[in-house]
């Protein structure tokens, strides 16, 4: 399969702990961005990266989530000191750096925080 | 601020028949329109997408038209199947930024 791929596809976790996805991008694809979906809600930005490079972040983004790209290949998505509140779908989505390339989302990761 | 709106959260429509779903933007610098498809527990499939040069755009059953002067897209499915039923998302993005995506539609197609 050379979708996009994310692990894990499920996580329950306790308040307060910390925890990290991975995302592994189509391979040819430079760019790699990172969504939250929650119920009734349409994906909502966090972040992306083209190459290594991590070129924008969400205002809405809180000092507790990091996401890192090294070597422009695989990236993962770390939440600290996890709140009720991050229980949500995390999605990654890979594209091409065309002007216009549509991304391909992977499964995504369900997230919940007890 | 949402730059995308759906103002339909839900549509029902017969098996055979067109379905219709709306999306308005209100960013004039966006240039790139998409429709995903989305199941419960999985990620969005990418459906159709238009560029802002262009006022529609086709591929088999399922067909986006582009109104910039009203910042409004529109998906049409035709003919409309069961397998269509689906939660449906209209997302924009300007100089190949992020994406920003409206509510979404749920599509229930009736035998």
């Known amino acids: 399969d050379t979708g996009v791929s994310q692990d894990p596809r499920h996580k329950i976790t306790k308040r307060g702990q910390n925890v990290t996805f991975r995302c592994d991008p189509i391979s040819e694809h430079n760019r790699l961005y990172w969504y939250r979906q929650t119920l009734g809600q349409g994906p909502e930005f966090l972040t992306y990266?083209?190459?290594?490079?991590?070129?924008?972040k969400s205002r809405l983004l809180s000092d507790r989530f990091s996401a890192e790209r090294p070597k422009g290949s695989f990236s993962t998505l770390e939440i600290q000191r996890t709140e009720q509140g991050d229980s949500a779908m995390y999605l990654c989505?890979?594209?091409?750096?065309?002007?216009?390339?549509?991304?391909?989302f992977g499964q995504g990761t369900r997230l919940t925080v007890v | 601020d949402q730059q995308v709106k759906q103002n339909s959260p839900s549509l029902s429509v017969q098996e055979g028949r067109i379905s219709i779903l709306n999306c308005d933007y209100t960013n004039s610098m966006f240039d790139y329109f998409l429709w995903y498809k989305k199941y419960p527990a999985e990620g969005p499939t990418f459906l159709i997408s238009i560029s802002s040069i262009k006022d529609k755009n086709e591929d088999g059953r399922f067909t986006v038209f582009l109104n910039k002067s009203a910042k409004h897209l529109s998906l049409h499915i035709v003919p409309s199947q069961p397998g269509d039923s689906a939660v449906y998302f209209c997302a924009a993005s300007a100089a190949g930024n992020q994406f920003y995506f409206g509510t979404g539609t749920s599509l229930t197609v009736i035998p």
């Open positions: 990266f083209q190459n290594e490079a991590q070129l924008e």
């Open positions: 989505a890979s594209s091409l750096s065309l002007g216009r390339a549509e991304a391909f």
